[in-house]
């Protein structure tokens, strides 16, 4: 049996696992790897950038995995064809491979939405490991920087760049607040206290219409303590440190909806992800908000798999249909999909997709489930930085807010996971005092 997997991240390294298991046959594993490096966490990409960490430190597993498990790794090439036909997968360095099981294990690529400017040197998104080599570069290089997008990638690039020294990092934000689908008023309010804290500015109800570029001359947005750059130079972070005169080509600042114009020597796009589905659909594969796929992952095409933020689930809470963007949920269908290739028949359970944790400075905040609903009960200390927001629908926990200090998060996400009836225990539960609902039992039922 030959197994093909094609895309070397969290679903494409948890499927090798599984496939690699005890019982799992010995079979034939080969890994196409659309980036040259070995798998990492994505998760982890803003401290690199912040300088916080070192790349090899944020590798998902030794380097030498792949050959210890005897896995052929095609890296640094793509996949561009697909053809369920003959079981083939065409590469783009024109070879070819056939397979007898397959894993669509794809991922999202940032949105990067048609603006004028946007492919200029110096705009950037956040989402590969070149992205964030590339951007502490510039880093290194400019004042100024203009953030688009108010959401979690967003607000941890501003304070990477800001913590890898740009002076000034304005974050542009669509809505009146930041983290809108994740937070509330207040839980939001907090990470923008905290973010103000470390110099990170604000823009309200806004957009970037424009990016403009230098003409040559003296640029807004850039140091003026280092050299020239050299004709022909790109800012994908090759070319010396320093850079008085700007070639045409480079960032030096971003027009607002409303004409105001900001200086910025980079910018990071931020405007979420869209679903890596092209190899699927282009193979006549069905494709909603994500490559479709039965319980069983298998996609409407034979022998084809598919896991990660390449394909559409349905919510367990609202029953909707919504493409996977969560790295628990990618290394989490990875496994299913690999057992159900080696033929196991593993039914995936609809997951629980709004789940959002981050840390900004000293605070964190974690959102699971409904962020609304019929009765809401707030607890809010600003001594102790401690906010709570829960959500009930019945008896039930169906979400809640932490924002600040995030203890016992495991344990009301479990009880919204759990749909158990909760509700007497409101008192503890708003306290925080999750061990007392915990050992009530209703954890084990
Ligand atoms: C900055 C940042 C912070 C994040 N923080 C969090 C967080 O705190 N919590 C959380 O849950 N999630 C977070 N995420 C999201 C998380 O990283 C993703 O959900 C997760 O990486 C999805 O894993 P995946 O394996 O499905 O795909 P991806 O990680 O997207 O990887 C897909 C891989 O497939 C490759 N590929 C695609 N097409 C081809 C092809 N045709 N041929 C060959 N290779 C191909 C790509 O190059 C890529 O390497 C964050 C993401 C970013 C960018």
């Not at 590969?128 to 959401?151: E, H, I, P, Q, Y």
């Not at 806004?206 to 140091?223: D, H």
């Amino acid at each position: 049996m030959h197994f093909v997997i094609i895309g070397n991240s969290a679903a494409g390294v948890a499927a090798v696992e599984t496939l690699r298991r005890p019982g799992g046959g010995a079979s034939e594993i080969t890994v196409v790897a659309g980036e040259p490096e070995t798998a990492y966490s994505r998760c982890l990409l803003p401290d690199v950038l912040a300088g916080r960490r070192a790349e090899a430190s944020i590798r998902l597993r030794p380097a030498d995995f792949y050959r210890r498990l005897g896995v052929t790794l095609f890296s640094g090439v793509r996949a561009v064809e697909l053809q369920p036909g003959e079981k083939k997968v065409l590469l783009k360095d024109g070879r070819e491979l056939t397979y007898d099981r397959l894993l669509l294990a794809t991922g999202a690529a940032a949105v990067r939405p048609e603006l004028p400017g946007v492919r200029a040197d110096g705009v950037f998104v956040l989402r590969t490991m070149a992205d964030a080599r590339a951007l502490s570069a510039v880093a290194r290089r400019v004042t100024a920087a203009v953030v688009a997008g108010g959401g979690l990638v967003g607000l941890k690039a501003a304070l990477a760049l800001k913590l890898a020294g740009v002076a000034g990092v304005t974050v542009v934000v669509a809505s009146p607040r930041l983290l809108i689908r994740q937070l509330d008023e207040r839980a939001a309010a907090m990470v923008e206290g905290e973010l103000k804290e470390f110099g990170v500015q604000f823009i309200y109800n806004a957009g970037v219409k424009e990016f403009i570029t230098g003409t040559g001359g003296r640029a807004s947005g850039w140091r003026q303590d280092g050299g020239r750059f050299s004709p022909g130079e790109h800012l994908s972070g090759h070319g010396p440190d320093g850079g008085r005169e700007l070639p045409a080509g480079c960032l030096s600042g971003v027009v607002l909806d409303d004409s105001r114009e900001l200086p910025a020597g980079l910018a990071v796009v931020a405007k979420g992800v869209r679903p890596e589905t092209e190899l699927a659909a282009r193979a006549g594969g069905r494709v909603g908000r994500g490559i479709k796929v039965d319980e069983y992952l298998c996609t409407s095409l034979p022998d084809v798999f598919a896991a990660g933020d390449c394909i559409e689930v349905t919510d367990r809470l609202t029953g909707q249909p919504v493409n996977s963007a969560l790295w628990t949920l990618a290394f989490e269908q990875g496994r299913f999909a690999a057992a159900n290739m080696l033929g196991q028949r593993r039914a995936y359970p609809a997951p629980l997709t709004r789940l959002n944790s981050a840390r900004f400075g000293a605070v964190d905040v974690i959102s699971v489930g409904r962020l609304d609903g019929p009765e809401v009960f707030t607890l809010d200390d600003p001594l102790s930085r401690t906010y709570r927001r829960l959500v009930f629908d019945g008896d039930r926990l169906a979400g809640f807010i932490l924002a600040g200090r995030v203890d016992g998060a495991g344990v009301y996400t479990a009880l919204v996971k759990s749909g158990r009836p909760v509700k007497q225990h409101i008192r503890a539960l708003l306290g925080g005092r999750t061990g007392e609902v915990a050992v009530s039992g209703l954890m084990a039922r």
